[in-house]
Structure formats: C-alpha cells, structure tokens
C-alpha cells in the first residue's frame, strides 16, 4: 500500500464478483485488495496491450487489458479479462498510485460466494423461496431490516431505558 497517495481512489466495474464499488482513501483500497486476494489460493495476471500517456511531467497513465485466472476458496477456479487503467502522480520525488479503474469485462468462477448470514445473498433475481430462513425474526430483518429495522431496536432500547428510570423512581 505504500505505493499509493492517501487519498487514492480505486474504481471496480463491471462482472466483479460482489466487489464493485469506489474506494476512496488508502485504507479502504487495503480493506478492498484483503477481500478479493485473501481467499486466493493461485493467481496469475497476464498484460497485453499496454500503453501509456502523460498528462504533464507529474502526472502519467498507463492502461491496458489484464487477463486473470486462479483458484480461491470462495470462488474456486476463475479467469477473467479486466480493463485496467492507472493514474500516477510524483509525490516526494517517487512516482504514486494516485487512481486506478478496473472494468471487469467478463469473471468466469466455478463456484458461488458460499453461505453467507443472510442465505437470500444471490447474485441477481428476487429471492429463492428455498434460500428463506426457517426464523421468523431472520425473515422480517431481511424483508422489512435497514432503517426500520434500526429505528425499532432503538425505540426498544429507550423503552427499556424509560422503564428501568420509573421503576427506579417509584422505589423512591
């Protein structure tokens, strides 16, 4: 990581497996590379067509395709091509990662993302009805959960609160 400024921002597009996002900042882009290369058990990364182009003396790009393929734990064998574009800024006289844009164009895997938490995780379509929980309280924090969900554990929590400050109050 200590290739990159601190306020880089890495961009991932396209078919990335659940990874697509902005990142910004050297800690979330570290946070980002732990989920995708930890559960790698191989991977190979070939270039081709790689060129690049300088904005001015301080700022260069240098893109091209990579052609990716390995093993993980979690998605077992996968291959994959990625436009990759990278911008370098000279910082404290060395050359930084200050942007970088992966467009996953296609990632082949021959296993999904496993078990999760919330079982419905899928990758596209409305819910299988074999993925519910057997747990009603699952079901409704999946259906119903985020802010409703927030709001009604604190309405809970106060209540609780309200009620421990009147029983306290009474014994007085």
Known sequence: MQDYTENTLVVWTGDTGGLGGTYDGVGNVRLLYAAALLTAQTMNLQASGYSQQAKS?????????????????????????????????????????AGEHWDYKVL????????TTFPEWQKVGS???????TDWLH??????????????VY????????SVAVTKLRGR
């Open 139 to 152: 079901n409704f924090t999946w259906d119903y959960g985020g802010p409703g969900a927030a709001g009604l």
């Open 108 to 115: 082949n895997t021959s296993a999904s993302g496993g078990e």
């Open 127 to 133: 819910i299988k009805p074999t993925r519910r929980s």
């Open 57 to 97: 003396s301080t700022e260069v790009n240098a893109s091209s395709t990579m052609f990716m393929s390995g093993t993980s734990n979690i998605l077992g064998s996968f291959n994959g091509t990625i436009s990759v574009s990278v911008d370098y800024v000279m910082s404290d006289g060395n050359w930084k990662i």
């Open 155 to 162: 309405i809970m929590i106060a209540a609780l609160g309200v």
